[in-house]
C-alpha cells in the first residue's frame, strides 16, 4: 500500500511549523535586509525541535526521519526558503558526522547542539574550493599526517554559514594519488591555530543565511578527528550529499509552492481587457504547469525520504534510496527555478519590483539550485544506477571541475 497522507503526529508538527513560517513571511523582507533571523525566531525554532529531527535519538537527535523532516523544511521554506538555511543548529554539519563518523565521535560532535543556549550554536560543512587543482583531480586542501594527527593546509570557499558556526567538518586530500577517492573528512573547531573565518560573501539570495569561506594553515588536529565513514568512506560520502541534497529539495518544494501562490493569486486580481489575466489562455496554461511543478516535485521528495527512512529499518536497498534522492533533487531544483522564474514573469512589470515578494523567490531559487548536490550531479547520480555503472565521486559530487556549490 502508498501513502501519501503524513501520520497524525507529522500532521500536528506540520501544522505548528507552519503557524511559525506564516510568521516568518511577514518578515520575509525585514529578514532579508538584517541579512539574518532574529534571536529570538531561533530560539522559537529550537524550542519546537527544528535542525534535530532526522538525527538519530542515541545522538541526540529526534529520531523521526527523513520523511519527516523533509515535510517541516518545506513548510519553513514556504515562509522564507533562506530560514532553514539561517537557522540554529547542526545543518549539514549533523548529517556528516552522522554518516562519516562513529557513533562516539557524533555523539561528542552534536552534544553541544542539545545543551543550553543551542539555539545560537551552528555547525557547518566545509567542502568547496574556489578552482579546481591544476595539477590533479582532488581537493587542493591537503591533510598531511603530523605525528599522531594531521595537519591541513588550504582554503575553503561557499561555506554556509562559516562566520557563525563553532564547529566544522573540513574536507581535504589525504591520498593525492587516489584523486577524488583519496579524501578525508576532519572535525575542526573554530578555535584551532590556524584556523582563519574568511569574509562572508554578498551572494544573489537566501540573505538571511550567511556564506563564506576558511583559510587553514598548519592547522593540527588529533587523529580522533578524523571521520573515516566506517567501511566504505566514498559510500558514506555519497550518502550524506544525498540526504542533505535532498533536505534542500524539501526546501525547493517551498519556494515552488510560495512562488505558485502568489502568482495564482495575483493573476486572479489584475484585470486586462476586462477579465483577471490568469483566464487568459497562455497564462492560465503557464499557472497549470507549475501547479504540477508542485505536486511532483513534493512527491518525488516524499518517495525518497521514505526510502531513507524504510533502509533504516531494514528495508529496501542502498541503490534505490539513492536513485530516487537523486531524481528527487534534479527535478526539484528546475522546478523551483521554473516557478520562481514564470512568477517574475506573470507579475510582468511588477514582478522585478521589491513590492511583491516573487522576485526574491526567483533569485532564492537560482541559489537552492547550487546547493549541496546540483540538478547535473544528481542527473549524474541517477544515470550511474540506472545504467548500472561505477559511481565516480569526480561526477556525482559537486567538485571545482564541474560546479562548486554551498553544502
Request: aromatic share 8%.
Amino acid at each position: 500500500m502508498i501513502s501519501f497522507q503524513p501520520t497524525e503526529d507529522q500532521g500536528l508538527m506540520v501544522e505548528s511549523v507552519a503557524q511559525f513560517a506564516r510568521a516568518l513571511r511577514a518578515k520575509i523582507r525585514d529578514n532579508e535586509k538584517a541579512r539574518e533571523l532574529p534571536e529570538a525566531v531561533r530560539k522559537t525554532a529550537h524550542e519546537l525541535g527544528l535542525g534535530l529531527v532526522a538525527l538519530p535519538e542515541s545522538l541526540g537527535g529526534a529520531g523521526l526521519g527523513l520523511t519527516t523532516a523533509v515535510l517541516l523544511d518545506e513548510e519553513l521554506a514556504w515562509g522564507d526558503p533562506a530560514a532553514p538555511f539561517a537557522l540554529g543548529g547542526p545543518g549539514a554539519f549533523g548529517l556528516a558526522v552522522a554518516e562519516l563518523g562513529t557513533e562516539e565521535q557524533a555523539r561528542a560532535a552534536l552534544a553541544p547542539f542539545t545543551a543550553e543556549g543551542a539555539h545560537g550554536r551552528f555547525g557547518a560543512v566545509a567542502w568547496g574550493e574556489r578552482r579546481p587543482n591544476a595539477e590533479r583531480p582532488g581537493l587542493s586542501t591537503t591533510a598531511t599526517k603530523k605525528g599522531d594527527g594531521w595537519q591541513l593546509d588550504g582554503a575553503k570557499a561557499y561555506v554556509l554559514n562559516a562566520d557563525r558556526a563553532e564547529h566544522f567538518v573540513v574536507f581535504a586530500q589525504v591520498d593525492p594519488s587516489a584523486g577524488w577517492r583519496g579524501l578525508g573528512a576532519f572535525l575542526v573547531d573554530r578555535g584551532a591555530a590556524g584556523l582563519t573565518v574568511t569574509e562572508r560573501a554578498v551572494t544573489l539570495g537566501l540573505d538571511a543565511a550567511s556564506f563564506g569561506g576558511l583559510a587553514l594553515s598548519g592547522v593540527v588536529v588529533p587523529a580522533a578527528a578524523r571521520l573515516t565513514g566506517g567501511a566504505d568512506f566514498d559510500a558514506a560520502l555519497v550518502r550524506f550529499f544525498a540526504k542533505n541534497a535532498l533536505l534542500v529539495a524539501a526546501r525547493g518544494v517551498g519556494l515552488s509552492r510560495a512562488a505558485f501562490e502568489v502568482t495564482r493569486e495575483y493573476v486572479d486580481t489584475r484585470r486586462a481587457f476586462g477579465k483577471p489575466i490568469g483566464h487568459f489562455q497562455a497564462v492560465a496554461f503557464t499557472v497549470a504547469d507549475r501547479a504540477m511543478d508542485v505536486d511532483a516535485s513534493r512527491g518525488l521528495v516524499w518517495r525518497a525520504a521514505a526510502a531513507w527512512d524504510a533502509l533504516a529499518r531494514g528495508e529496501g536497498s542502498e541503490a534505490d534510496a539513492l536513485l530516487l534522492t537523486a531524481q528527487a533533487v534534479a527535478f526539484g531544483h528546475e522546478a523551483a527555478m521554473r516557478c520562481g522564474d514564470d512568477g517574475v514573469q506573470l507579475h510582468g512589470g511588477a514582478g522585478f519590483m521589491r513590492d511583491y515578494p516573487v522576485e526574491k523567490l526567483m533569485r532564492d531559487a537560482k541559489q537552492i539550485g547550487l546547493t549541496g548536490m546540483t540538478a547535473e550531479q544528481a542527473d549524474q547520480l541517477a544515470a550511474a544506477i540506472t545504467l548500472g555503472a561505477p559511481l565516480d565521486p569526480g561526477l556525482v559530487l559537486p567538485t571545482p571541475e564541474t560546479q562548486n556549490a554551498f553544502v
